[in-house]
């Protein structure tokens, strides 16, 4: 199966298919969530994790195009050019490194990511981390967020501290495993009481 022919699933999908496939695969990614942002002391995050994902402008084009081999905002944003769910989302929901992007008042450049709080850098590791759980399904392997990441890297806009941070914890899951990584951020947020940081206080680099 081709990766054009994915986006078009959902149509072999009624709409109970649909609507209790999306929202088991919610459910499963927020226990998920859940899980990881507590192995880091992150409960507040675990426990409040992307409820916007329940308010209409978000769950009902989730359901429409949802397959379970692709994100429905993949789907909507391939057949309509755009995802208003998305929109809605990453603009409500501050793990999302795309929350912290602003203009630039420099000439040099455009738009810059502003540095992330610790505790959403942490959610946004177990956010990655479940999601592939929730849409590799049986394939998932621990080296898959930093696969999918990695794809990305060298264009999205984010803090240099911010993904130093990012990339060492998902290297760390790839090489030895998501417990290994979920230590890491929570000894990180241990030692600085989760304000600030820098790449350079946590002996960091960009990554290979």
Same mark, same amino acid.
């Given at each position: 199966?081709?990766?054009?022919? $994915?986006?078009?699933?959902?149509?072999?999908?009624?709409?109970?298919?649909?609507?209790?496939?999306?929202? #088991?695969?919610?459910?499963?990614? !927020?226990?998920?969530?859940?899980?990881?942002?507590?192995?880091? #002391?992150?409960?507040?995050?675990?426990?409040?994790?992307? &409820?916007?994902?329940?308010?209409?402008?978000?769950?009902?084009?989730?359901?429409?195009?949802?397959? #379970?081999?692709?994100?429905?905002?993949?789907?909507?944003?391939?057949?309509?050019?755009?995802? &208003?769910?998305?929109?809605?989302?990453?603009?409500?929901? !501050?793990?999302?490194?795309?929350?912290?992007?602003?203009?630039?008042?420099?000439?040099?450049?455009?738009?810059? #990511?502003?540095?992330?709080?610790?505790?959403?850098?942490?959610?946004?590791?177990?956010?990655?981390?479940?999601?592939?759980?929730?849409?590799?399904?049986?394939?998932?392997?621990?080296?898959?967020?930093?696969?999918?990441?990695?794809?990305?890297?060298?264009?999205?806009?984010?803090?240099?501290?911010?993904?130093?941070?990012?990339?060492?914890?998902?290297?760390?899951?790839?090489?030895?495993?998501?417990?290994?990584?979920?230590?890491?951020?929570?000894?990180?947020? !241990?030692?600085?009481?989760?304000?600030?940081?820098? $790449?350079?206080?946590?002996?960091?680099?960009?990554?290979?």
């Amino acid at each position: 199966m081709t990766q054009e022919e $994915k986006y078009y699933l959902y149509k072999d999908m009624n709409f109970a298919q649909r609507f209790f496939g999306h929202l #088991g695969t919610v459910l499963k990614h !927020k226990r998920y969530v859940r899980r990881a942002c507590f192995k880091m #002391g992150l409960y507040r995050q675990g426990i409040f994790h992307d &409820l916007s994902k329940f308010s209409p402008t978000e769950f009902i084009p989730s359901v429409k195009y949802y397959s #379970g081999r692709l994100s429905p905002n993949a789907v909507d944003r391939k057949i309509n050019g755009a995802s &208003l769910a998305w929109l809605h989302h990453k603009g409500r929901n !501050k793990h999302h490194f795309e929350y912290w992007i602003d203009y630039s008042s420099s000439s040099d450049e455009y738009a810059f #990511g502003c540095k992330m709080p610790l505790r959403f850098v942490g959610e946004m590791i177990a956010d990655r981390y479940a999601a592939c759980v929730a849409y590799n399904k049986d394939e998932y392997t621990k080296a898959d967020a930093w696969n999918y990441y990695s794809r990305a890297r060298d264009v999205i806009i984010m803090h240099e501290d911010t993904k130093a941070v990012l990339e060492k914890a998902l290297t760390t899951m790839a090489d030895e495993g998501e417990e290994a990584a979920f230590k890491y951020m929570k000894d990180i947020l !241990k030692k600085t009481k989760g304000t600030d940081y820098s $790449k350079e206080s946590l002996g960091l680099k960009e990554e290979a």
